[in-house]
């Protein structure tokens, strides 16, 4: 198909700041920008966020992709949990697994048993899931080389 563009992933969380500690300072996006509240933000429709809440709109971007996650805080509501089977996750190959992983369990997040990741490429690797503050899934893996 010609004229698609993948733009970016978006998780909602209930404290954007909170949610940097990790997204940012542990996985290592940069913050492009965020936006203040704007009650008249077609989100409130398309997340189907209750009018009372007050929410805020991060950009990150990472050294080599311009805007490509994006983290919707949704303050003044109490977040329900992700219902499970979870059913997104984002998907990150990371140069620094152990620091990420390291720097996870520091916050106190969910962090899976790592696992001996196969490509279908015959490369090997290492994957490991993290469920963030807000009960978002993230993998993260690293390559190793050829199997």
Do not use: W
């Amino acid at each position: 198909m010609t004229g698609l563009r993948f733009q970016r992933g978006n998780y909602v969380v209930a404290d954007l700041d909170r949610a940097l500690t990790f997204y940012q300072d542990v996985l290592g996006f940069q913050v492009t920008y965020i936006l203040p509240p704007n009650p008249t933000s077609y989100s409130y429709s398309v997340f189907a966020i209750p009018a009372e809440a007050v929410m805020r709109f991060c950009v990150l971007s990472t050294q080599t992709q311009v805007r490509v996650m994006a983290l919707t805080e949704v303050a003044n509501l109490s977040l329900s949990a992700v219902p499970h089977p979870r059913r997104s996750a984002i998907v990150l190959e990371i140069d620094e697994l152990d620091a990420a992983i390291a720097g996870a369990l520091a916050l106190g997040l969910t962090v899976f048993d790592e696992e001996v990741l196969h490509t279908k490429d015959g490369r090997i690797g290492r994957e490991i899931g993290i469920v963030d503050f807000d009960d978002n899934l993230v993998v993260l893996y690293k390559i190793l080389g050829e199997a």
